[in-house]
């Protein structure tokens, strides 16, 4: 789906050291992508072969937004060499990639910890520490 430009925009991105963790990959993606849809979708094009644009402009836009953002995060797994799950944040990461290989990773590792999956009901997480109200 992602062009050699868009590749080497990611890899570019990562070698900055503007990212640091798994959130803040998904701050500056979402950020990045929100900055480009408005300002230079001319530009954003170029991160994808023309197909996979294609297809995505034809898609309502929120959808649009959301495929976009999925590649994009699936481009920093790729560029990281798709790396074994260590936490709760990366394999949230990895589901918001959409891709059912890497949402197999995500159901083994939440197998193996599943306290910190991250596809456990809101209606279970405990409150934050310190917060005795019920």
């Not at 995500?106 to 193996?112: F, G």
Request: net charge neutral; glycine share 6%.
């Amino acid at each position: 789906m992602l062009s050699p430009k868009g590749r080497e925009e990611i890899e570019r991105l990562l070698e900055g050291g503007l990212v640091h963790d798994w959130g803040e990959a998904e701050t500056t993606l979402r950020n990045v992508t929100r900055m480009l849809l408005t300002t230079r979708p001319d530009l954003l094009r170029l991160y994808f072969s023309p197909a996979a644009w294609e297809q995505i402009t034809a898609w309502p836009q929120k959808k649009a937004a959301n495929a976009i953002i999925a590649a994009l995060r699936t481009g920093v797994v790729d560029a990281l060499g798709r790396p074994a799950i260590a936490n709760r944040e990366q394999a949230r990461f990895y589901l918001l990639c959409f891709q059912d290989d890497l949402a197999e990773r995500v159901d083994a590792w939440c197998r193996e910890h599943p306290e910190e999956c991250p596809r456990r009901s809101r209606a279970h997480t405990q409150a934050l520490p310190g917060n005795s109200d019920p």
